[in-house]
């Protein structure tokens, strides 16, 4: 099993979705932070039960958390982001539906 954590740091591994189909999903075990338990899931293969009997939740698409990085980034100069930081802005998205405000 992978952390949140190292499925962040590996985003660029992740192949895109195209546009006739779903690209791959984030799933994660809540409560979410850096070490909660995650899985990446292609488009429309995400199996029955997988957000119930799993305890795996719906966390973000990949190329909207790859967009939430972009902005983090964006708004504080340009800086690269930590794996922990990025990891927080992309947990503080799905909980918030908003970009993590820059300090």
């Given at each position: 099993?992978?952390?949140?954590?190292?499925?962040?740091?590996?985003?660029?591994?992740?192949?895109?979705?195209?546009?006739?189909?779903?690209?791959?999903?984030?799933?994660?075990?809540?409560?979410?932070?850096?070490?909660?338990?995650?899985?990446?899931?292609?488009?429309?293969?995400?199996?029955?039960?997988?957000?119930?009997?799993?305890?795996?939740?719906?966390?973000?698409?990949?190329?909207?958390?790859?967009?939430?990085?972009?902005?983090?980034?964006?708004?504080?100069?340009?800086?690269?982001?930590?794996?922990?930081?990025?990891?927080?802005?992309?947990?503080?998205?799905?909980?918030?539906?908003?970009?993590?405000?820059a300090e």
């Amino acid at each position: 099993m992978r952390s949140l954590l190292e499925i962040i740091t590996h985003l660029d591994r992740i192949p895109s979705g195209d546009r006739f189909s779903p690209g791959p999903t984030i799933y994660a075990r809540i409560p979410w932070s850096t070490q909660t338990y995650a899985v990446v899931l292609a488009g429309n293969d995400v199996p029955d039960g997988v957000m119930t009997e799993s305890g795996y939740h719906y966390l973000l698409e990949v190329d909207l958390a790859c967009e939430v990085i972009e902005v983090w980034r964006a708004w504080r100069g340009g800086i690269k982001p930590t794996p922990e930081e990025a990891t927080l802005a992309i947990i503080y998205y799905a909980e918030h539906d908003a970009y993590l405000p820059a300090e």
